[in-house]
């Protein structure tokens, strides 16, 4: 070790290692979920925050200005992944924690919560 160089099997001290944040949004019901996470480096959820909108882009502007605050004076990746807003939509309801204010009931998805969509095309439905 020389200089201040941590070498341990090519490992970093904890503290030089970046969280990520994860963001995203779905549909849900008659409109859109979306949620934003911090996890640290070591797995341990930091922080999150998540919502619900009636149009798809307020859906997307409010979960990319939250994943924004969640980074915001941290080293931090951030990372747009749908999925992940339809696992903690599942999650919230599996849990009765969620209560969407938009009418209507979810939509029959198979085995996915909301319908992902890639290259273009419908997902499971």
Do not use: N
Not at 11 to 21: A, I
Not at 60 to 83: C, E, I, N, P, S
Not at 100 to 109: A, E, K, M, S, V
Request: hydrophobic fraction near 35%; include cysteine.
């Amino acid at each position: 070790m020389a200089g201040g160089t941590y070498e341990t099997g090519g490992s970093r001290p904890p503290d030089t290692l970046l969280d990520s944040v994860v963001w995203g949004r779905c549909r849900a019901g008659a409109g859109w979920f979306w949620m934003a996470r911090r996890t640290a480096w070591d797995g341990t959820v930091r922080d999150t925050a998540h919502g619900w909108r009636d149009d798809q882009e307020d859906a997307l502007r409010d979960g990319a200005a939250a994943a924004r605050r969640l980074a915001a004076g941290t080293r931090a990746q951030v990372f747009l992944r749908h999925r992940a807003a339809e696992h903690t939509l599942r999650l919230l309801l599996e849990d009765g924690a969620a209560s969407t204010p938009t009418p209507g009931p979810l939509p029959p998805t198979g085995p996915f919560l909301c319908s992902p969509h890639r290259g273009g095309r419908p997902g499971p439905t």
